[in-house]
């Protein structure tokens, strides 16, 4: 059984590493050891004695492009299963997240935290950031499990900046979203769009595209993406992608926020669904585009990045 569940354990390691590839987490450290700063509080649950480790299953460090003179500090925990998410999973996931949380506490002023950000020069501000990846590799599994954590009461003596779950779902839509992309355009031409904010304006230093996925961007519902063709007297596509099925107001709540972040940008347009397809959805297309001008909707694609052979009506 010991041996099955370490075999368990590599397998979401790999697929977890694997996926740092898609989103440019490059530089992502594996299996580090913190000392433990607080043994007693953080002693695990039905052993005896006191915590003297957290082992550490990745950690990345980067720039943030959504803040201005800040790096972001992310702590990662690999949770895989091969049996269907459980029906009632909260208590799992509080044992998941007190495990990660501890972590988090004794990285934050550990000399670990201290030479992984010593190589960015000037910091101004630091965000700790936990990242548990909660994954099932089951075929019976329903994919949501996110969904039924809404209601979870923390302890309220967990110390955490910022915490998020990634779960079956959140894993497909980004891998979905971007192998699709691949399969038409040249990898080196896409890119993450990083949205000014009221924390980034200030920095004109920073680009607003690029190759690192932000953290944030693991639990959004949307997905913003610029791709940058070879050709430059082609123009840019700015994409954005949705977690949620196509209706007409989805449609227009990407209209909406695909013109607010280009603004200054002269562009054509993808919007991609999980279930788009033209011959279902087409009458709701049209009730989208009431009211727009003909010049902005003709630079629209809508498309589906689960495609299939209904794909292929454009």
């Known amino acids: ?25 490059e530089s992502v450290i594996p299996n580090q050891s913190l000392k433990c700063r607080k043994p007693q509080k953080h002693a695990r649950s039905g052993t005896k004695g006191n915590r003297e ?24 925990s690999v949770k895989h299963t091969g049996e269907p998410y459980e029906a009632s999973p909260k208590h799992t996931f509080k044992k998941h997240a007190e495990d990660l949380v501890y ?32 994954i099932s590799s089951s ?18 003596e967990w110390i955490f900046e910022s915490f998020h779950i990634v779960d079956n779902k959140r894993i497909r839509f980004i891998y979905e979203t971007i192998k699709f992309l691949h399969t038409s355009i040249d990898r080196e031409n896409i890119n993450f769009y990083y949205p000014e904010t009221a924390l ?24 913003p993406l610029i791709i940058k063709p070879s050709n430059p007297t082609e123009q840019d596509i700015f994409c954005l992608s949705s977690i949620d099925q196509f209706d007409c107001d989805g449609l227009k709540r ?20 999980p279930n788009y397809t033209k011959l279902e959805h087409l009458e709701a297309v049209k009730s989208a585009f009431i009211g727009l001008d ?19 009506d454009k």
């Not at 075929?139 to 309220?156: A, E, F, G, Q, W």
């Open 254 to 273: 990407l209209i909406r926020a695909a013109r607010e972040y280009t603004q200054d940008i002269s562009c054509q347009y993808l919007l991609i669904f």
């Open 200 to 223: 980034s304006y200030v920095d004109n230093t920073i680009s607003r595209f690029g190759k690192v996925c932000p953290v944030e961007f693991l639990t959004s519902p949307i997905l």
């Open 53 to 76: 480790t957290h082992g550490i299953d990745f950690s990345f460090c980067y720039k943030s492009p959504l803040e201005s003179s800040t790096i972001e500090t992310i702590i990662i």
């Open 294 to 312: 003909p010049s902005f909707t003709s630079r629209i694609s809508i498309q589906s990045y689960r495609p299939d052979f209904r794909s292929l």
């Open 1 to 25: 059984m010991g041996e099955r569940s370490k075999k368990i354990g590599e397998i979401g390691e790999n697929i977890v590493e694997n996926f740092f590839s898609l989103i440019g987490w």
């Open 103 to 134: 972590t988090l506490e004794c990285y934050k002023n550990s000399e670990l935290k201290k030479s992984q950000i010593e190589s960015f020069g000037r910091v101004i501000k630091t965000k700790d950031t936990g990242v548990l990846f909660w």
């Open 139 to 156: 075929n019976n599994t329903y994919d949501d499990v996110v969904s039924k954590l809404s209601n979870t009461r923390l302890d309220p």
